[in-house]
């Protein structure tokens, strides 16, 4: 009788764990970024011969879609990445630009991410873009039901991926408009695979005004 009560309550604390595991009772809740933040990121340029600018480069004259892409080689962010490059065609004629920033250069996954990603790919070695409160999920997620679902849905889907890199910071999507509009979209990432939705990309992008120069306005 006593093993009988040891092992239903071994159980019933595992069925409660996981109940909890699929909850956001544990899952870090972010902070919002602020413009001023964003704008003073150090992005550098992947060439042999990187340059440093400021992120407000990407998006003051023009607006900009950003995706901080949690792991170049996660099947999972390639998935999103194709989404928002189904996007480049409306972004083009809206006149927005799409890019993308990685944490680290390792080995040849920008170049293998770039045929899932139509834009400029930037390095941000501080994960500043995956702040201002960086939020981490481990171990956990390989417990959520919806993780679950997103993994299926991708390899159903036909993507596929490595294991290389960093991958326990989570990402996300930005959209940015130009000069002091601010950020018209904020998509943080909640668990892995939870993909910013394209149709409110396109939305808050149809917001953005350009600057204009002072030669276009006589």
């Known amino acids: 009788m006593g093993m009988w009560s040891i092992g239903a309550g071994a159980v019933g604390a595992a069925t409660l764990a996981l109940l909890l595991a699929n909850t956001d009772i544990f899952l870090s809740k972010p902070q919002q970024a602020t413009l001023e933040y964003l704008e003073e990121i150090d992005l550098k340029t992947l060439e042999k011969e990187p340059r440093t600018f400021k992120a407000k480069e990407l998006w003051e004259k023009t607006g900009a879609v950003i995706m901080a892409v949690r792991r170049p080689g996660c099947f999972l962010c390639r998935e999103e990445a194709a989404e928002l490059s189904s996007l480049k065609p409306k972004l083009d004629e809206l006149g927005i630009p799409l890019y993308a920033v990685v944490k680290e250069q390792i080995k040849t996954e920008v170049e293998d991410f770039q045929p899932y990603f139509k834009g400029k790919i930037f390095l941000d070695e501080k994960k500043m873009f995956y702040g201002p409160q960086r939020r981490k999920m481990m171990f956990m997620g390989f417990v959520r039901l919806g993780v679950w679902n997103n993994f299926f849905r ?65």
């Not at 890199?165 to 909640?190: D, N, T």
């Not at 892995?192 to 149709?199: A, E, H, I, L, R």
């Not at 917001?207 to 306005?217: F, T």
């Open 154 to 218: 991708a390899r159903n889907g036909g993507f596929s991926g490595n294991l290389e890199g960093e991958g326990f910071i989570l990402g996300g999507v930005f959209v940015l408009g130009s000069g002091k509009q601010g950020i018209l979209l904020e998509h943080r990432e909640k668990e892995f695979g939870d993909k910013v939705n394209p149709f409110s990309v396109l939305e808050a992008a149809k917001k953005i005004k350009p600057q204009i120069s002072a030669s276009e306005k006589k």
